[in-house]
């Protein structure tokens, strides 16, 4: 969210938008924004309704989900240091 305000000055609706708006601004891949944006909204599903949860399809997902994680740190740091004044 501190890139989207500090460099191109907008605000994200959450963290499921803020993914998009990376990947519409080519900060990351907007293959890779999407699948961040759904895991975005599972952190909400987990919070908000906790009880209707698999618990299963969450470890399933998580750990799909660590590599998306991983890139995305990855394209984050290399847009800092191209961008770092």
């Known amino acids: 969210m501190h890139i989207l305000s500090n460099i191109f000055n ?8 803020c993914f998009n708006r990376l990947g519409k601004k080519g900060v990351i891949p907007k293959d ?5 944006a759904l895991a975005a909204r599972l952190r909400n599903l987990l919070i ?3 009880w209707e949860i698999i618990d299963e399809k969450v470890y399933e997902n998580a750990k799909k989900g ?3 994680f991983e890139e995305y740190v990855s394209y984050i740091r290399e847009f800092i240091e191209k961008h770092d004044d």
């Open 48 to 50: 908000h309704r906790y």
């Open 10 to 17: 907008e605000r994200a609706e959450g963290y499921p938008d």
């Open 66 to 68: 660590l590599k998306d």
């Open 32 to 36: 890779l924004a999407e699948r961040l």
